[in-house]
C-alpha cells in the first residue's frame, strides 16, 4: 500500500513526534550559512516563536563563534531576520513536495477552537 495523506499536527506532537521538520529546517537554514548545528542545537529554545528561536540559536556561544569564524563578525538582527524570512518558506517547502507527490493534507490539533483560531490568524500573518 502506498501512501495516500499526510496529517500534520499544529503542535509538532501526532505526527511530526519530536519536531523533526522544524530541526531538520534549521540545520538546513545554518548548513546553508556555513555554520552547521546538530540536532541539540537546533532543538534549543524549541517552542519559542521561530524568530526568537533563530536569535537563541544564534547566541549559543558556539554557533555565535563559528559564526564569526565563517562571516567575520558575530550574528546580528539582520541574520536574525534573514534566517526567519527562508524558514517558512523551506517549511512550507515540505507540504508543496507532499501535494507534488499527489499526496492529500490533513491537520489535527489538541488546541480548542479558540486556540486554533488564533494560531491560524498568526500563520497567515507569515
Not at 531538520?24 to 546538530?38: H, W, Y
Amino acid at each position: 500500500m502506498s501512501l495516500r495523506a499526510v496529517i500534520l499536527d499544529w503542535a509538532g506532537t501526532t505526527v511530526d513526534f519530536g519536531c523533526q521538520a522544524p530541526v531538520n529546517v534549521l540545520r538546513r537554514l545554518f548548513e546553508e550559512e556555513g555554520v552547521p548545528i546538530g540536532a541539540m542545537e537546533a532543538r534549543h529554545s524549541m517552542g519559542r516563536l521561530k524568530r526568537d528561536q533563530i536569535r537563541d540559536i544564534l547566541a549559543l556561544p558556539q554557533v555565535a563563534e563559528a559564526w564569526a569564524s565563517r562571516h567575520g563578525r558575530l550574528p546580528g538582527e539582520e541574520d536574525v531576520a534573514r534566517l526567519f524570512a527562508r524558514f517558512g518558506p523551506l517549511q512550507l517547502d515540505a507540504a508543496a513536495r507532499m501535494r507534488g507527490r499527489g499526496l492529500k493534507i490533513g491537520s489535527t490539533t489538541g488546541y480548542t477552537r479558540p486556540m486554533l483560531n488564533a494560531v491560524m490568524e498568526r500563520a497567515a500573518e507569515g
